[in-house]
């Protein structure tokens, strides 16, 4: 598979079948964040790894899912990701995370698409649940949630029309669409 085509699989998925993770999945993505970029390398982020039945229940209503979905509350139980990734700012370390949580949240996106694993970056959440849910104290500070599992639901791009409307949106069967504006809308020039 091509870069681009993995790029282009590695969709937000909201939708995932119940079948587990594999055993270390969730380590081996801590590892890959260990060795990616960070600002000045200060490296504040650390993770919590949490595939957990019980524990996940317990996250799961501090959630926020899809919110151009209005008539949506989320995945039902038998859709719900297998696996989390929390993403905590280690204060003691830096007062900012800086670009750090995109460059490792789209790092572990592709590298488990590229095992099959779909994911979604929830950055919507009751801040203080979540914060008391992991137990964080003063010096940390939740940043996202990356939520991981196979994927249960077809998600397709579609250009963007010409009103320029970017809000995903689901049809009748459920499938999924992800306005994308062209390249050649992005790029502003060739010098």
Known sequence: MSFLDLVIKTRSCRRFDQKPLPEGFLETLVKIAAVCPSGKNQQPL???????????KKLYPSLRWAGALTDWDGPEEHERPTGYVAFVLDRNISKSAGQDVGIVAQTMQLAAMEQGIASCMIGAYIKPEVTDVLSLDDSKEIMLILALGYPAEERVL???ED?????????????????????????????
Do not use: C, N, S
Not at 46 to 56: A, G, L, R
Not at 167 to 181: F, L, N, Q, S, T
């Open 163 to 191: 009103e320029g409307i970017t809000a995903y949106y689901r049809d009748e069967k459920g499938v999924h669409y992800i306005p994308k504006r062209t390249p050649e809308t992005l790029l502003l020039r060739h010098i």
């Open 46 to 56: 650390k993770y919590i790894t949490i595939d957990d039945q019980d524990f996940m």
């Open 158 to 160: 579609v250009d963007v």
